[in-house]
């Protein structure tokens, strides 16, 4: 069953090909809030910002539980959006040890993008 219109990221918006992990993986920067860890690297050449999601397969070896984490954090993400500055590239990896509900996954994801935000506001000044 296909998810309702509106209720899913565009393909253009997420991040795929080996090349741009690498450049993301190789230049980002890192950090992390909660119980999400980052890796952001600006100035994709993109008029929009692109995401990708990790949750690994160690901590969680069911792939219901690894999808249903992954759906909540692209849903927080697609939420939150547009705190984020155009042209910014970021993947999010899942570093808590147990299935958080999607309240604490939200509030975590609000303060990575609000801090992005807020620093790109002031680099711009």
């Known amino acids: ?10 393909k253009r918006e ?7 992990f690498a450049r993301l993986v190789k230049g980002g920067r890192y950090g992390s809030e909660g119980c ?4 952001i690297l600006e100035g994709n050449g993109l ?12 901590a969680f070896h069911r792939a219901v ?12 993400y697609r939420l939150q959006k547009e705190l984020l500055p155009p042209g910014v590239d970021i ?4 570093i808590s040890k147990e299935v958080l509900p999607f309240a604490d996954i939200s509030a975590a994801m609000g303060k990575i993008l609000s801090s992005i935000g807020r620093k790109s506001n002031e ?3």
């Open 1 to 10: 069953m296909a998810p309702a219109p509106g209720h899913t990221l565009p």
């Open 14 to 20: 997420r991040i795929s090909g080996q090349t741009s």
């Open 36 to 39: 999400l860890k980052f890796c």
């Open 47 to 58: 008029e929009f910002s692109r995401m990708a999601v990790s949750v690994p397969k160690r």
């Open 65 to 76: 539980k690894r999808n249903l984490l992954k759906r909540r954090i692209r849903e927080s």
């Open 91 to 94: 993947l999010f990896i899942y």
């Open 123 to 125: 680099q711009s000044r």
